[in-house]
Structures are given as C-alpha cells and as structure tokens.
C-alpha cells in the first residue's frame, strides 16, 4: 500500500458483517485514520481488533483538521477518512478535507462498500435507472413543500434521508404537494434488527407511520416515485389518480376502460401506465 495516499473508506451502515476485506485491509496499513465521531469509530476498530491513532473530521472543524491531515501525508503518512456509517461524503463531512487533499496533489483511493442510498433503492422496488438524491430535508414545513413543490414534475425517483422525529410530518408534506396516492417507499433501520420496507400509496404509508410508534424510530431513507410515466404518455395527473383509484378496486383492464371512458384518453395507454405504475 503507498504512502502519502488518501482513502475514502466506506464502513457498515448497521450490519458489522458488511465491512470489506479490503477496507480492513486498509484500516491495517494507514497510520492515521480521519472520523466523523472518534468513538463511533473506536468501536468498530475494536470489532475489528485494529488500533490505530485517530482525528477527528466534522462539520465544525474541516479546515483545521484539513491542514492536520495534509501535514501527516507530507511526512509520509497515509490516512483512511470515514464517517460514522456508510460512504464518507454522501450527506456527510470531508468533502473541504478532499478537496485540499486533491488540491495538494495527493493521491485520493475510495474504498467502495455499504451506501444507505444505493441499499434502500435495490430493494424498493421503484425505478432505478434515473433517481435524484438531495440529502436531507429541510426541517421546516414551509421549506419542505416548497421543496417538494418543486419537484411535483421532476420523472427520476427521488431519495432522501429523514430524521425519526420529523418523519411524520414529512410525510404529511409530501401528501399535501403530491396527493394521497403518489407512490412512496420507507426504509428504515437498514441492515440492522428491525430493518423494514414500508411500501405503498404517501396516505398509506402515513396511516402506517402514524399508528405505530416503532415506525417512528431509526433513520430513514425515503423514496418517492417520480412522475416520468405520466409526463412522457401526456397524460394528465388527474387521470392518473382516477387510475389509482379504480385500480384498487377493479381488475386494471376494468380500471383502465372505464378511466377511459370518462377522460377520453386511450385505454391502451392508460393500461399502459398502469403496468408502469404497479397497479
């Protein structure tokens, strides 16, 4: 392994069992390892049985621990950056510490593994091929609709994280801008314990949130369908809804003929969208 290299190591989410050889590998041959919380990280090296000297890298102290770090890869050293779970800067600090690094001219590894974004999407059982991640929500009401407002038309998956104690009311936001039936899916807990998919209309996944407390708990990745079907087949999102609605009572053939019927679309079409939709 060459000295005076930076790597970008990704670490569990939850499951301990998901850290790569490789990445212990590393853990083994760096002198110094840069962590978002210093303990969080001390627990894992002890997992692992490895010790080895570690700095602290957050929010609130980037550029001094930037300059820390370029210091140690000028005396020769090599560095891991982590953060506490999953891949270093996605939604997460370094991203000053690796652009000084780069800046610098040093050499910049990533160590692939756990991702909470890519696991929640491979498992959802939405489209995948085009999504948009934002990071985190913002934590006011009005700036979240405004958010989502801006997104009603937007046709990749959107994803993004949520706080337990925001949750709820997220999910009440999104009801309000994108109506009770756009499609959504909840993960939660990933790769631990109580790990759990909540999948279905926002009002039903809402409801679900909403009576169960234990469905308030952990970290979130929220996953909501976006709005490509209806906007390539130019068919309205009133349409749509009637769809929806009819779909869950009706056989979608049914569905879709009597949509028809009423909005004078093309019921091939609307079948159509009903297969894209999972109806």
Known sequence: MAENQLYVVATPIGNLADISQRAQQVFDAVDIIAAEDTRHTKRLLN???IQKTLVAVHDHNESQAAGLLLRHLNEGRSVALVSDAGTPLI???GYHVLTEVVKA?????PVPGPCAI???LCAAALPTDRFIFDGFLPPKSTARQQYFSSMLKEERTLVMYESPHRIQESLSDMVSVYGADREVVLARELTKTFETFLRGSLADV????????NQRKGEFVVMIRGALQAKKLDVSDDAIRMLTVMADELP???AASLTA???GYKKNKLYQIGLDLSL
Do not use: C, Y
């Open 47 to 49: 997992h692992l049985g």
């Open 91 to 93: 939604a997460d600090p």
């Open 105 to 109: 001219g040093f050499n910049v590894v």
């Open 118 to 120: 890519i696991t929640a």
């Open 206 to 213: 809402l409801a679900r949130v909403e009576s169960d407390n």
């Open 252 to 254: 979608l053939k049914q």
């Open 261 to 263: 019927k009423i909005t």
